[in-house]
């Protein structure tokens, strides 16, 4: 049976990518740990990670979402903060958090919880943690290289007056390469 690598997420707009690229750019000018960026055209707001799924469950997961966002309401997010998983000292991603209406994000991720729960996706253990990963540092840094990025993360003024809407949950394909990940979409539903 084929497998599919998918997610669930939810887009940004293209204002947004282009000020995700600018702070990367900035960090970048700032620091040599080895870190692979992500492409700031391809960043997006993951609500579940499913992992390799069978290219037959593609439409239950699909009606799963469709189940999920039925009754919801677009809301409003916004890019706001800089940080880094698990903490400045020992980076292992750089990010930047997400407002808004986090509480109905909230919501909205603990309803796919509970439909894909049906069709055997454990709930995530993690308390969700809404971000836009921007970087991963490679496994070979080490210590002070993590603790510098940590340092200029720190050091790094960043303001947005970033908001994007939550008007779409996409379940995406996630095609790995040498070069990095290539997402496409495979279905989406609307919020209304």
Avoid at 121 to 132: D, G, M, N, S, V
Wanted: with cysteine; charged share 25%; proline share 5%.
């Amino acid at each position: 049976m084929e497998q599919v690598r998918c997610f669930i997420a939810i887009g940004l707009t293209d204002e947004v990518k282009a000020g995700l690229k600018d702070l990367q750019a900035q960090l970048k000018s700032g620091g040599q740990a080895p870190v692979k960026w992500v492409d700031p055209y391809s960043i997006h707001l993951t609500l579940k990670f499913l992992g390799d799924v069978d290219a037959d469950k593609i439409i239950p997961i699909t009606a799963a979402i469709e189940e999920a966002v039925r009754g919801v309401a677009p809301f409003s997010l916004r890019v706001e903060g800089l940080g880094a998983f698990p903490n400045l000292r020992r980076v292992q991603v750089v990010w930047v958090g997400v407002g808004g209406e986090v509480d109905k994000l909230a919501h909205l991720q603990q309803r796919l919880e509970s439909s894909l729960a049906g069709l055997g996706f454990a709930p995530e253990k993690r308390r969700f943690a809404p971000h836009l990963t921007l970087a991963r540092v490679r496994d070979r840094a080490s210590l002070d290289e993590r603790e510098g990025l940590g340092e200029l993360i720190a050091g790094t003024k960043f303001e947005p007056a970033y908001s994007f809407p939550a008007e779409t949950v996409s379940l995406m394909k996630s095609q790995l390469t040498r070069e990095g990940a290539i997402y496409s979409r495979i279905s989406a539903a609307e919020l209304k």
